[in-house]
Structures are given as C-alpha cells and as structure tokens.
C-alpha cells in the first residue's frame, strides 16, 4: 500500500504564492508518474499537472502553465507544486495522485490512470 499525504493549502490572496507538498509512504516507493489535481465546489476533478518520477519530463495544464510548476524530490518520496500568481478560479481542494506502473498507456491527464490519492488540501484564493 501507498500512503499520499498532501500539506501547504491555505488562505490567500490575489497574486500570492504556494507551495503544496506530497508526501509518499509505504511500499517501497517507484512510482511511474505522480500528478496533481484539484476540485472546486461544484465541479468535475481537473487536471493540474504531472510528472514522470523517473526522468522528470513534465505537462502542465493550459490553465496553469506559466504559473504552476510540479517538480519531485525522489530522496524524499515527496512531489512539490509551486502555485505562484495565484487567482480567485484556482481555488479548489488538490488532490495528489500516483500511477505506482507498470504504465500500460492512456493519458496521463486523466484520473483513471492513477493509482493512489491523497486525501486532498484546500486552496482559497480570495479576490
């Protein structure tokens, strides 16, 4: 088993920055692909980001590129998503998620490729 643990969520303001961290435990930890996503109240769970743990090749959604980068630190099973220029429309719960492979294909956009899920943390971004 897999264990996801998500911190760094909170209150901010227009503009302002985040760091969400998560946080790996359990089985010996080798996933393929780690990525974050988020929900807000009454919408569909979106993708924001992910990344290939080994290797480290990136996607970002369109609504964040430019503002939001996801990046690893391996030695400590942990995936980061630096969330800076924050606006009102980010504000939502994000979720971390593993795909623990073998990686049989499919979109790594898409929620039904992963594994594993964090419990979530909430970002409100206030205007």
């Known amino acids: 088993q897999v264990q996801l643990v998500e911190s760094g969520g909170g209150l901010v303001q227009t503009g302002d920055s985040l760091r969400l961290s998560c946080a790996a435990s359990g089985r010996t930890f080798r996933p393929y692909a780690m990525a974050w996503f988020r929900q807000a109240p009454g919408k569909e769970r979106e993708f924001v980001a992910t990344?290939?743990?080994?290797?480290?090749?990136?996607w970002h959604a369109d609504s964040v590129k430019g503002r939001f980068t996801i990046s690893t630190d391996n030695a400590k099973n942990t995936v980061y998503l630096q969330m800076n220029t924050l606006k009102p429309e980010d504000t939502a719960v994000y979720y971390c998620a593993a795909n623990m492979g073998p990686y049989y294909g499919g979109s790594l956009r898409s929620s039904s490729v992963y594994d594993y899920w964090g419990q979530g943390t909430q970002v409100t971004v206030s205007s």
């Open positions: 990344i290939i743990w080994s290797g480290g090749n990136t």
